[in-house]
C-alpha cells in the first residue's frame, strides 16, 4: 500500500477513538441526537480529518498547525465524554476506557508534532 496519513499511528489512534464514539453515543437519548451526540461525533472526525488534511499540505508547518487543530478536537472530545459522565450517558468504565485513548493519542500527536518540528529545521 501507497505511503500515506493511513499510516501514521496517531491517525489510526484517532480512528479506533472515532469509531469508539460512534457506537458509544447510539445508546444516548434521543434528546442529545442534535446536542452532545453531534459535537462528539464531529469532535472525534475532527481529530482524524485534521491530521489527514495536514498530512495532505505537504508543508511541514501547515501539518502542524492542523495537528494542532487535531489537538483542540481532542481535548473538546475529553470535555464531551466529561459531560456524558455527569449526565450518566456513560458509565465510569467507559469514561476510562475513552480517557486513557485520549492520553494515548495526545503522545502520540505530541510526538508527531516534534518530529514534524525537527523535519521542518532540518
Known amino acids: 500500500m501507497k505511503s500515506d496519513f493511513r ?3 496517531v491517525w489510526k489512534k484517532g480512528k479506533e477513538i472515532r469509531i469508539f464514539i460512534f ?3 447510539k445508546k444516548f437519548p434521543d434528546e442529545e441526537k ?3 451526540v453531534d459535537q462528539m461525533i464531529r469532535a472525534s ?7 489527514a488534511e495536514g498530512y495532505g499540505r505537504y508543508n511541514y508547518q501547515d501539518n502542524i498547525r492542523f495537528c494542532r487543530q487535531s489537538r483542540g478536537s ?13 449526565c450518566v450517558y456513560i458509565n465510569n ?3 476510562l476506557k475513552l480517557q486513557a485513548n485520549i492520553e494515548e493519542i495526545l ?3 505530541n510526538g508527531y ?3 514534524l518540528k525537527e523535519k521542518k529545521t532540518t
Open 7 to 9: 499510516n501514521l499511528d
Open 113 to 115: 508534532v516534534k518530529y
Open 107 to 109: 503522545a502520540i500527536l
Open 93 to 95: 468504565e467507559e469514561y
Open 45 to 51: 472526525r475532527s481529530v482524524t480529518a485534521n491530521i
Open 74 to 86: 481532542i481535548f473538546e472530545l475529553l470535555d464531551h465524554i466529561e459531560v456524558a459522565l455527569e
Open 23 to 25: 457506537n458509544l453515543v
Open 34 to 36: 442534535y446536542r452532545l
